[in-house]
């Protein structure tokens, strides 16, 4: 956890791999995730690098993996996951995983291919049965073209003119959404020569290539004529009918259907074993598919690892760069040692200098993950940058309440969130597919956070759905008003609306022992008494998270080494923002502790008073606060005004000064200031500086780029106008946290006017209480889900995400860095 506030110490080490253990070093390397390999070949192309065969025949190997496993999901099985941890295989076991998965995938071609050769068969043999079986009557007239009645017979007496035509048949089946077309045409091609008979297929068959059970048409089509059978088949065939022989005599077509049931009998006995043996070759896939997937994979990283490295120039050892974690040194260390053990050549490794910026290494568990995601989402931290997480895990949820503060909608919250994280460990709730789900499953600790400040907040304010609760006696008595007035029955008819004075006596009995107090929710003047509380309350809390922000700078600048800049940059930021709305807020503290309710009615306002101290001016209504309260806002506002040339030009000045005594001093350097200069150089600078002042803060030498002051100042006069406005608009933005508030107070008490006090109200006059509340509590709790959590929650975290990225972390945080991205298996194995 230590690294939660600042990012952990990374080097930049070498690694000298001996040829023969390579893949074992680079293998154990992965499966801890302790190196972020560099690429040294970056101006080789890929595919002239040394291992693209090996990730070659492994990306083959996944292809047929793709097949097999589409093989599988077609049979409606499951992958099971692998068991246990798998280790990436050794080379030469690659081998022998392409022929067996090459001598499965054949096997499993050849049976799938006999199978559907089988279940074209029996599908064809099913069909001519149905034909035969369907009963189709042979037709005994014809008509003619000749113009012969109805009653003429289809075959001329002996000597006739048609003595040499016989009737021939055609039988067959069709999809049953082709059958009216068929009929169609076939009419109007042989212009009626020809009777036809549809039927549809008693029972349904099951399609060769889908599996799913259909219907067929089944007919038979009567005709005479060379030419117009000709026509006949052509149609049938257009149409991808399936055409079988048809025998006109009874018996010959029974002995026929005989023999095709036989036929069919026989094949479903063929095609059972073939199924069995299928079922088989899919188990053996099934139980040695997923660890070779887990292991393939693993090689082929291994591989992609080993392209980034360059050989020596003996050939004997492979030289790898990489970014490691310094206290994961000695772990490398001995794990390169360990599995370069049987090569007789022990891995090297050692740290070497670098100019490049190193990347940031910030571990995080299940609770912590969260809330790092929010600020990596601004942007990831540069090097040894103070971390924001860590006052993030507070500070989030206390804002993202002061917007949300509800006992009753808190506790829903909370209880939602503790939900997901008693049940984080089941299987099921970690491998929920769904994309909302694993949204709120990520955050469930954030979510128990914001909820439990909700509630604090909400016990603040005073509100359970929007309803007060009185836990402890008020602090107003209406009892003692009452009894020392002159309140008479024709006072109180008079007036509907009666004023509590403190001043009278035993009317004020201090103030309510924690949050508001419960009376104020019979008061007319809520609204207004809520407007200012909240108000002022958001004022504070903006300031104090601001000048918190600029303080973190502090840390940055000291570990650094910028000493300046605590002068010339933390220090004026300070005493322009304190002297100016830090005054503010004590001026609001300094009310509230020094003016009672007594002498309310007479208090100065805070507001004239505040636009008076930058107009030099006084108000003759409103008094002050404190003797000599002019002079020390005069003296303040000239203190921060005469800030603002410090903070725009002491850096740009004194870097000037300093580069002009660095360019008088001899070129020569120690080694030691050589190295020392090297190792720090990426640390020179850190939040709300560029290139320029960078490079202006370090060292100059010929390879660097010149100092060129007029481009530092225009940095720095962009920084102090962004500082000097923000800490307006800021403030100003602050104020959200008061609007959000009070519309998540508002939208709660319409819901609870419109919904429950009607239905509560409709109970009574009914008499039907309960039976009322049923559906008015149920449209209320979906109603409060909907539009008070998801909404306005949603719309709270918004809020407070925005004062955290803009108006809380650009005070001290740049988030220009990049991440450590080890490489690991954990990407392959999921």
Not at 96 to 105: N, V, Y
Not at 307 to 314: D, G, I, K, L, Y
Request: aromatic share 10%; glycine share 6%.
């Amino acid at each position: 956890m230590g690294s939660m506030f600042r990012s952990e110490e990374v080097a930049l080490v070498q690694l000298f791999l001996p040829t023969s253990a390579a893949y074992t070093c680079v293998s154990q390397l992965g499966e801890l995730g302790l190196v972020e390999f560099r690429d040294l070949n970056a101006s080789v192309s890929a595919f002239q690098r040394r291992f693209v065969g090996d990730v070659r025949r492994c990306e083959e190997l996944e292809k047929t993996f793709m097949f097999l496993q589409e093989e599988v999901r077609r049979a409606g099985l499951v992958l099971p996951p692998p068991e246990g941890r798998l280790l990436a295989p050794p080379p030469r076991d690659l081998l022998r995983i392409q022929e067996e998965t090459d001598r499965l995938a054949q096997e499993l071609r050849d049976v799938r291919g006999n199978q559907q050769s089988l279940r074209a068969q029996l599908h064809q043999l099913q069909l001519h049965s149905a034909v035969l079986g369907q009963g189709h009557s042979l037709p005994l007239a014809a008509t003619h073209a000749d113009g012969l009645s109805e009653r003429s017979p289809l075959l001329q007496p002996p000597g006739g003119p048609h003595q040499d035509l016989r009737v021939n048949f055609v039988a067959g089946a069709v999809e049953p959404p082709k059958a009216a077309a068929l009929e169609r045409l076939l009419w109007r091609a042989c212009r009626g020569f020809l009777i036809a008979s549809f039927r549809e297929t008693e029972q349904q068959l099951e399609d060769p290539v889908t599996g799913e059970p259909a219907t067929w048409m089944t007919f038979l089509i009567s005709y005479w004529g060379e030419r117009i059978g000709q026509k006949i088949h052509k149609i049938t065939d257009c149409f991808h009918c399936h055409v079988f022989p048809f025998v006109e005599q009874e018996e010959g077509r029974l002995t026929t259907l005989q023999q095709l049931r036989q036929q069919s009998q026989e094949l479903q006995e063929v095609l059972g074993e073939t199924e069995r043996f299928l079922t088989q070759v899919l188990g053996r896939v099934q139980r040695l598919l997923p660890p070779w997937q887990v292991q393939i994979c693993k090689m082929k990283a291994v591989y992609l690892a080993l392209n980034q490295c360059s050989v020596s120039a003996t050939h004997k050892c492979l030289i790898a760069e990489g970014w490691c974690a310094t206290r994961d040194l000695p772990t490398l260390q001995q794990v390169l040692q360990d599995s370069s053990s049987e090569a007789g050549v022990s891995a090297v490794v050692h740290r070497i200098p670098c100019r490049d910026m190193p990347p940031t290494l910030i571990r995080t568990n299940r609770f912590t993950a969260s809330f790092q995601s929010i600020v990596d989402a601004y942007g990831v931290g540069r090097y040894q940058e103070v971390n924001p997480a860590p006052y993030t895990i507070i500070t989030f949820p206390f804002l993202f309440a002061v917007m949300f503060g509800d006992v009753g909608h808190g506790l829903l919250m909370f209880l939602f969130a503790l939900a997901m994280v008693l049940a984080e460990n089941q299987p099921a709730v970690k491998t929920a597919q769904n994309e909302i789900w694993q949204t709120f499953f990520s955050g469930r600790y954030l979510l128990l956070l914001m909820g439990l400040f909700s509630i604090y907040t909400g016990f603040i304010y005073n509100e359970c759905f929007s309803r007060a609760t009185t836990i402890f006696s008020s602090g107003w008595s209406v009892a003692a008003m009452a009894t020392q007035s002159d309140w008479s029955d024709t006072f109180l008819a008079e007036h509907p609306l009666l004023t509590l004075d403190p001043n009278v006596t035993g009317v004020f009995l201090g103030p309510y022992p924690f949050g508001i107090d419960p009376v104020w929710s019979l008061a007319v003047n809520h609204l207004s008494f809520l407007n200012s509380f909240k108000m002022k309350m958001s004022v504070i809390l903006g300031v104090t998270h601001m000048t918190f922000g600029v303080v973190l700078g502090v840390f940055n600048h000291i570990h650094f080494g910028q000493w300046h800049r605590l002068l010339l940059e933390t220090l004026p930021e300070l005493v322009f923002l304190l002297g100016l709305f830090g005054y503010l807020v004590f001026l609001v503290i300094y009310k509230w502790l020094c003016i009672s309710a007594a002498s309310a009615a007479s208090a100065p306002s805070i507001l004239i008073h505040f636009i008076n101290m930058f107009l030099f001016s006084r108000s003759p209504t409103n008094r002050l606060l404190f003797p000599g309260q002019e002079v020390v806002q005069s003296v303040l506002v000239v203190l921060a005004l005469a800030m603002v040339p410090v903070l725009l030009l002491g850096t740009p000045l004194f870097l000037h000064w300093q580069h002009r005594r660095r360019s008088r001093r001899p070129t020569g350097r120690q080694p030691d200031e050589d190295k020392s200069r090297i190792l720090d150089s990426s640390d020179t600078s850190v939040a709300g500086w560029g290139s320029d002042e960078e490079k202006a803060g370090c060292p100059g030498n010929s390879e660097e780029a010149e100092f060129v002051l007029s481009e530092v100042l225009m940095h720095q006069a962009i920084h102090t106008i962004e500082f000097c406005l923000g800490c307006i608009s800021n403030t100003a933005s602050y104020l959200r946290l008061w609007a959000l508030s009070l519309a998540h107070a508002q939208l709660s008490e319409v819901l609870w006017a419109m919904v429950m006090r009607g239905g509560l109200r409709m109970g009574r006059e009914w008499g039907v209480a309960p039976v009322v509340l049923v559906p008015v509590f149920a449209a209320f709790a979906v109603l409060t889900v909907a539009i008070l959590l998801v909404m306005e929650g949603l719309s709270a975290f918004l809020h407070a995400l925005r004062l955290h990225w803009v108006e809380f972390q650009n005070k001290f945080y740049s988030g220009s860095g990049y991440k450590l991205s080890p490489f690991t298996f954990t990407a392959e194995e999921e």
